[in-house]
């Protein structure tokens, strides 16, 4: 709607005429993106060696719209400001010139601010190595507008006498979960405190100073200065990350939504909402047929029309009522009406374009708080703030999604994306022969009932019986034929089994004791630990060798 080389007189419906032609329809081809399955294997797609390229074709590709090339200067000088501000408060940014920062390309990833695995943060880690690899800054967005699942972390522990592992829960509040992670405080500081002295007793039996120690020094220092859980946590997390060498800046995205840049960005998609709804939902049933998806929730929710009410792509809350609601929009006149249907309601007048950002950005505060959906959020990023937005796994399959949305209502090529994520397991497991295992007493059981003469040197078998069962197998009946014999041979197998049945009893008590074990040795070699089990040089060492 908004185009930013526009004079402030520029009307909604000349601003309109900015965007590009209509790019050709075309069949879209979904990349499945597979974690790895072994310990110290990464997924990087495209690789390393192609991040430069792929940042000055994105570049050059987001130079040709005029739609965005200005808002693009203006969000991304904020950003940076931004980021350099909100880092700062916590850990040294001394590294970064901001003059040589704005002028760089950007890299950007982005994450709940929540104790992830291991191999999500790798991403981190290749966020900081590529942006000195490619001369760029590093921006890491602190997705603070999902919903918290709850207040504990899963960890595995292993029972010292049956040496069977096993979950356990470990909580770093009372209660939480529910609302947005900007909106978590915590509840019960003695249980915060506490956290990681009850993480490294869970994992004592199996894995030696695990690295919650030195980020629990980090989350202690941060609750003091926040207050907030979902801020504690990505602030100890990046402050880690700093003593590593790690040279990124970081920023929540609800700092992002504070600007006039993403004022602008949204108020293009509502002041075309019907259009962009229409685009939204064709995307995303697109994707389920392709996908074979059933649910009609997956990968996101079609947008809901009511009356000249259509539902946005954004959420709305605030300090006094946390639970997010969903943003709805209408046209009147000149206006655009932006409502959750209930107490909340702005009024923007859309005719001169940037006065209406401001005013947005104005109405917005503590108590009325404007965020985007999920395929929204990296939309932004990637089309507005960034030149290069690395997902992981999840994000790369979903944001295939946003990429069919923007090519439909933006009519332009979207920016590539990079996909990185790695496995890493737990050190110092032994080899895992549960398969293997598994199938030879599943097959022993099996034998004990339909060839018993498989154990005629371990017990002692009826002479009579065997030989009646030779004579069944040499003389097979032509098909069509064999109703007789087959039940004489069920009779025989029934009558050799029977001595058996002790010893199958046996099996089938130690096939028990072995599912446990091979569900206790699964637990173990999960790439899905988080990262504050794991000793801080391991995790090191392990992403070192994926990016060289």
Same mark, same amino acid.
């Given at each position: 709607?908004?185009?930013?080389?526009?004079?402030?007189?520029?009307?909604?419906?000349?601003?309109?005429?900015?965007?590009?032609?209509?790019?050709?329809?075309?069949?879209?081809?979904?990349?499945?993106?597979?974690?790895?399955?072994?310990?110290?294997?990464?997924?990087?797609?495209?690789?390393?060696?192609?991040?430069?390229?792929?940042?000055?074709?994105?570049?050059?590709?987001?130079?040709?719209?005029?739609?965005?090339?200005?808002?693009?200067?203006?969000?991304?000088?904020?950003?940076? =400001?931004?980021?350099?501000?909100?880092?700062?408060?916590?850990?040294?940014?001394?590294?970064?010139?901001?003059?040589?920062?704005?002028?760089?390309?950007?890299?950007?990833?982005?994450?709940?601010?929540?104790?992830?695995?291991?191999?999500? %943060?790798?991403?981190?880690?290749?966020?900081?190595?590529?942006?000195?690899?490619?001369?760029?800054?590093?921006?890491?967005?602190?997705?603070?507008?999902?919903?918290?699942?709850?207040?504990?972390?899963?960890?595995?522990?292993?029972?010292?006498?049956?040496?069977?592992?096993?979950?356990?829960?470990?909580?770093?509040?009372?209660?939480?979960?529910?609302?947005?992670?900007?909106?978590?405080?915590?509840?019960?500081?003695?249980?915060?405190?506490?956290? =990681?002295?009850?993480?490294?007793?869970?994992?004592?039996?199996?894995?030696?100073?695990?690295?919650?120690?030195?980020? %629990?020094?980090?989350?202690?220092?941060?609750?003091?200065?926040?207050?907030?859980?979902?801020?504690?946590?990505?602030?100890?997390?990046?402050?880690?990350?700093?003593?590593?060498?790690?040279?990124?800046?970081?920023?929540?995205?609800?700092?992002?939504?504070?600007?006039?840049?993403?004022?602008?960005?949204?108020?293009?998609?509502?002041?075309?909402?019907?259009?962009?709804?229409?685009?939204?939902?064709?995307?995303?049933?697109?994707?389920?047929?392709?996908?074979?998806?059933?649910?009609?929730?997956?990968?996101?929710?079609?947008?809901?029309?009511?009356?000249?009410?259509?539902?946005?792509?954004?959420?709305?809350?605030?300090?006094?009522s946390p639970a997010r609601k969903a943003a709805w929009a209408r046209m009147s006149d000149d206006e655009i009406v932006i409502s959750d249907r209930g107490t909340r309601e702005l009024r923007i007048d859309v005719r001169y374009p940037r006065l209406a950002a401001e005013k947005l950005t104005s109405l917005l505060g503590p108590n009325l708080?404007?965020?985007?959906?999920?395929?929204?959020?990296?939309?932004?990023?990637?089309?507005?703030?960034?030149?290069?937005?690395?997902?992981?796994i999840g994000g790369g399959k979903y944001d295939q999604l946003g990429d069919m949305i923007t090519r439909s209502f933006f009519m332009i090529e979207p920016p590539r994306f990079m996909v990185v994520s790695a496995t890493v397991k737990l050190p110092g497991l032994p080899a895992d022969n549960s398969a293997e295992e598994l199938r030879g007493?599943?097959?022993?059981?099996?034998?004990?009932?339909?060839?018993?003469?498989?154990?005629?040197?371990?017990?002692?078998?009826?002479?009579?019986?065997?030989?009646?069962?030779?004579?069944?197998?040499?003389?097979?009946?032509?098909?069509?034929?064999?109703?007789? %014999?087959?039940?004489?041979?069920?009779?025989?197998?029934?009558?050799?089994?029977?001595?058996?049945?002790?010893?199958?009893?046996?099996?089938?008590?130690?096939?028990?004791?072995?599912?446990?074990?091979?569900?206790?040795?699964?637990?173990?070699?999960?790439?899905?630990?988080?990262?504050?089990?794991?000793?801080?040089?391991?995790?090191?060492?392990?992403?070192?060798?994926?990016?060289?």
């Amino acid at each position: 709607m908004l185009s930013a080389e526009e004079s402030e007189s520029t009307t909604l419906e000349q601003s309109q005429v900015t965007r590009g032609p209509a790019q050709p329809t075309r069949t879209p081809e979904f990349h499945e993106y597979r974690a790895p399955r072994e310990h110290g294997e990464a997924l990087i797609s495209p690789s390393l060696s192609q991040a430069s390229a792929l940042i000055r074709d994105n570049q050059a590709l987001l130079r040709t719209h005029a739609i965005f090339d200005s808002l693009r200067s203006r969000a991304r000088g904020q950003l940076i =400001d931004d980021a350099i501000r909100y880092t700062s408060s916590y850990r040294d940014v001394s590294w970064l010139d901001r003059g040589a920062a704005v002028d760089r390309p950007i890299l950007m990833a982005g994450h709940q601010p929540a104790i992830f695995h291991a191999g999500v %943060w790798f991403k981190n880690f290749a966020l900081s190595h590529l942006a000195g690899a490619t001369g760029s800054t590093a921006v890491n967005l602190v997705i603070d507008n999902d919903v918290a699942s709850g207040s504990t972390v899963r960890v595995p522990t292993l029972d010292p006498e049956t040496r069977l592992a096993a979950y356990r829960l470990i909580p770093y509040d009372r209660a939480g979960g529910g609302v947005p992670y900007e909106q978590t405080t915590i509840d019960d500081r003695e249980v915060f405190d506490r956290f =990681d002295s009850e993480v490294r007793e869970a994992v004592a039996t199996l894995v030696r100073q695990p690295c919650v120690t030195q980020l %629990w020094k980090h989350a202690r220092t941060a609750i003091e200065r926040c207050g907030v859980a979902g801020c504690a946590l990505a602030q100890a997390r990046h402050g880690l990350e700093g003593e590593l060498g790690l040279r990124t800046l970081e920023l929540p995205l609800g700092v992002v939504c504070r600007n006039a840049a993403f004022a602008e960005f949204v108020l293009m998609i509502l002041g075309e909402l019907p259009r962009f709804r229409r685009c939204y939902n064709d995307a995303a049933q697109g994707y389920r047929k392709a996908h074979h998806i059933r649910s009609s929730a997956h990968p996101v929710p079609d947008l809901a029309e009511d009356g000249d009410w259509f539902e946005a792509p954004l959420w709305i809350y605030g300090n006094d009522s946390p639970a997010r609601k969903a943003a709805w929009a209408r046209m009147s006149d000149d206006e655009i009406v932006i409502s959750d249907r209930g107490t909340r309601e702005l009024r923007i007048d859309v005719r001169y374009p940037r006065l209406a950002a401001e005013k947005l950005t104005s109405l917005l505060g503590p108590n009325l708080k404007l965020r985007p959906r999920a395929l929204l959020t990296t939309m932004y990023s990637r089309l507005v703030l960034s030149d290069l937005f690395l997902h992981g796994i999840g994000g790369g399959k979903y944001d295939q999604l946003g990429d069919m949305i923007t090519r439909s209502f933006f009519m332009i090529e979207p920016p590539r994306f990079m996909v990185v994520s790695a496995t890493v397991k737990l050190p110092g497991l032994p080899a895992d022969n549960s398969a293997e295992e598994l199938r030879g007493l599943q097959r022993a059981i099996r034998d004990t009932e339909y060839q018993p003469e498989r154990f005629a040197d371990r017990f002692e078998l009826d002479s009579g019986a065997m030989r009646r069962k030779q004579e069944l197998l040499a003389a097979v009946p032509e098909r069509g034929n064999r109703a007789q %014999w087959h039940q004489e041979l069920e009779r025989v197998n029934q009558e050799l089994s029977r001595p058996l049945q002790p010893f199958r009893d046996q099996l089938r008590d130690q096939l028990t004791a072995a599912r446990r074990r091979a569900a206790s040795n699964s637990l173990l070699s999960s790439r899905e630990h988080p990262f504050c089990v794991f000793p801080l040089n391991y995790l090191v060492e392990t992403y070192g060798p994926l990016l060289r």
